[in-house]
């Protein structure tokens, strides 16, 4: 029987697809496979066995390296770690201690926070507030009625992001110049969340797009300009090619990325900011992340072109949305270091096992 395929196996896996199919492959990532070794005394062996099964899984371990040629984004997988099981724990201890914060400003927006100039918007599960601490000029927070962040359906987050847009249109029409969004959302402290009670944010700045994005925006020209081809459809390609792409609602398209940020990311790729089905998939992906893949702490950003077409710089430029889980929050080292910071990705999870899971029966 032919095991499923891993991370490890990725060198192999391009090379196994139809010629089309690999030379986009190849011209957005480079792939490169390298072999890990060491020797451990004696007195290790034992503590090796129990924690890795036997001392082979560790004397050779075989590391993968994926870059974006596009991005220059990039991950090391190495194969120790990557052939784990995911782990979908539940920490009760953590559904307390959400519980034991109720009562906190946000359970009150109204009265406990303030308003932005033109006021709030409010849908039906968020209202919004201004941020006290603000990362630029225009910075708003989306407020959910539910304290619990962990409370996800795709109807609460659709009307989440809603909400957000509604607050940039506003934020729009008090300064016409300020018109490049960024909607991000930090799911409890592990994921840099300074209040338990379940929030988004969304800003709005002037001049031009956040660095990050407009580097997306400056790469994905490049790549048209260079191949003819859009960059986003020949990523999109690649990944479903491999097994990576997820399920989603109609015009919406989801994979596991082969050059995650850190672990588990996802990425979303919608045609409009605006579109519904967009929002409910990354609603549906997740209450999955917390249901089935047992995330806790996540961050979630999307990358959306400015509010108005001022130029035709963003012309056909897509809404492209990131999920990335951020580890235990009772887990008191950080997930990032030096490495990712400046260097590239360590990734413990496996892009292929992440698609399999999500790909199976939606959560209840």
């Known amino acids: 029987m032919q095991s499923e395929p891993r991370i490890t196996d990725l060198p192999a896996l391009i090379e196994a697809l139809a010629p089309e199919d690999r030379a986009i492959a190849l011209r957005i990532f480079d792939v490169s496979a390298t072999t890990g070794h ?106 959910f009625d539910d304290h619990n962040p962990l409370e996800l359906t795709p109807e609460k987050v659709s009307d989440y992001v809603d909400v957000g847009l509604r607050w940039a249109r506003e934020a729009n029409r008090a300064d016409p110049e300020a018109r490049y969004p960024f909607l991000m959302w930090n799911c409890l402290w592990r994921a840099g969340g300074s209040i338990i009670h379940g929030h988004a944010q969304i800003t709005l700045t002037r001049g031009m797009h956040y660095p990050k994005a407009e580097r997306l925006r400056r790469a994905a020209a490049a790549y ?88 035709d710089e963003w012309s056909g430029f897509p809404t492209v949305v990131y999920i990335v889980d951020r580890g235990d929050p009772a887990n008191r080292t950080s997930d990032i270091g030096a490495m990712e910071l400046y260097a590239a990705s360590v990734v413990a999870s496996d892009p292929f096992a992440v698609a399999r899971t999500l790909a199976g029966d939606p959560p209840e």
């Open 38 to 143: 060491l020797e451990p005394p004696d007195g290790m062996r034992p503590w090796i066995e129990k924690s890795f099964g036997s001392v082979d899984a560790v004397t050779e371990q075989r590391i993968v390296r994926v870059t974006n040629l596009i991005t220059l984004e990039g991950s090391l997988f190495n194969g120790l770690r990557a052939s784990r099981p995911l782990d979908t724990g539940v920490s009760l201890d953590l559904d307390r201690e959400i519980a034991e914060t109720e009562g906190d400003p946000f359970c009150r927006p109204e009265e406990g926070t303030p308003a932005d100039v033109f006021g709030r918007v409010r849908g039906e599960h968020a209202t919004t507030a201004s941020n006290v601490a603000k990362y630029d000029a225009f910075h708003g927070v989306i407020v």
């Open 224 to 311: 048209k300009a260079d191949h003819g081809s859009n960059y986003f459809d020949d990523l999109h390609r690649i990944h479903e090619s491999l097994g990576l792409s997820i399920p989603a609602e109609d015009g919406v398209r989801a994979f596991a990325s082969l050059s995650p940020l850190k672990e588990k990311e996802l990425v979303v790729i919608g045609e409009s900011p605006g579109d519904e089905a967009l929002h409910r998939t990354v609603g549906e992906l997740l209450r999955a992340y917390v249901h089935t893949l047992g995330a806790r702490a996540f961050n979630v950003a999307f990358h959306m072109p400015p509010l108005t077409e001022a130029d």
